[in-house]
């Protein structure tokens, strides 16, 4: 779906793409980006800005559709490690 | 134009430079009278008030009274300097009004999205909050914080009241783990690439797929796929290759760029990997 249908704009989305960039350094050289979240490789095959609605995962059985965009003013909080989190050098994932 | 009850808008500052330029003018008002001690507003500190029009003076006479009122002669006064001052401390008013609100736009900026999410370890709803240089995803079990203007994302456990920082450094040996396990793989003894191909086939299928695939240097075959609707992308599937189960036939290395979905325009389809 088109970024500006959804009443964005492409800077209000950026960190996304920047998120998707630096989390793309953690994977082998082999297996490249992430392609599923990577804005600018979506925006080549059609060409216009867009955002996925719909995403499915088989492999992973996965599923994720887009119910709601709103803009309001955010917390700085929500930014920010809560205090009396314990740093750890390995998060159980189970 | 003398009684005008706004001596400072830009239409009478304009008829009076005009009106200055033609012969026989009239002379330029005097100066307003320093206002008597009873005038003065209680508490308002006439040092303070003489300091900020001095600088005020000092500030505008280079820009603004030189260019609205085209006479340089008559801005020493201080009765033209001080109805300047006004203006511009005016004029600085708005600026600072003007600033305040530029400066407090990003706040305004926040982007929130929610999903619906059904996988393996997380279902129910994915709320992103988005702002220009950071970024905050809450699932049900976990929520993520990006900060790109520290390079760092945390993961966080809310249960446990933990979380994890990452690096781009940390990523990046990440990235290069694979090329050191093929190694290690490498320089292992018989008995313990042995050990090793038991505890492989210990593991869960899809876990011991994944690390086959690290081994033989290959990335997993997933496509994209889009449906159009009013000719707008509404839809991105990236299923596995029916015909390989989802694993890469290819003994090669795939390249990033291998990764960028192309077009398939026939088959009204993007193939996001080879």
Partial sequence: MRTSDLGLTEDDVGSLQRFNDFMGQGLPQELGAFSTVDRRAFEKLVGYAAHPVHTEIPTANMQMTLENVEKKPLSPDLFEIPAGYEEDSKLATH | ?274
């Fill in chain 2, 1 to 274: 134009m003398a009684d005008d009850r706004y001596p400072l808008s830009p239409r009478i500052r304009l008829l009076r430079a005009m009106r200055a330029k033609l012969p026989g003018a009239p002379s330029e008002p005097p100066p307003a009278r320093p206002p008597a001690p009873d005038e003065r507003t209680p508490g308002q500190s006439a040092a303070c008030w003489s300091a900020i029009e001095v600088a005020l003076c000092a500030l505008s006479s280079s820009q603004k009274i030189r260019r609205t009122t085209g006479r340089e002669s008559s801005l020493g006064t201080s009765g033209q300097c001080r109805r300047q001052s006004l203006e511009y401390a005016m004029r600085l008013s708005v600026f600072a009004v003007v600033l305040l609100i530029a400066t407090a736009a990003p706040t305004l900026a926040g982007t929130v999205m929610t999903s619906e999410a059904s996988t393996p370890k997380i279902s129910g709803k994915v709320v992103l909050y988005i702002e220009p240089d950071r970024l905050r995803v809450e699932t049900s079990n976990y929520v993520s914080i990006f900060r790109a203007d520290q390079d760092t994302a945390y993961l966080l456990k809310p249960a446990d009241r933990k979380f994890v920082r990452l690096t781009s450094e940390q990523l990046k040996q990440l990235a290069d783990a694979p090329t050191l396990l093929r190694e290690t793989l490498k320089s292992m003894s018989p008995e313990q690439r042995a050990r090793f191909d038991e505890h492989l086939k210990s593991l869960p299928p899809a876990q011991r797929a994944g690390v086959e695939r690290i081994i033989a240097g290959q990335a997993a075959k997933f496509e994209f796929r889009e449906y159009w609707r009013n000719g707008e992308l509404r839809q991105v599937e990236l299923p596995a290759d029916r015909q390989t189960g989802g694993r890469s036939t290819s003994r090669k290395p795939l390249r990033r760029a291998h990764l960028r979905p192309r077009l398939d325009r026939g088959r009204r389809r993007f193939v996001a990997a080879l």
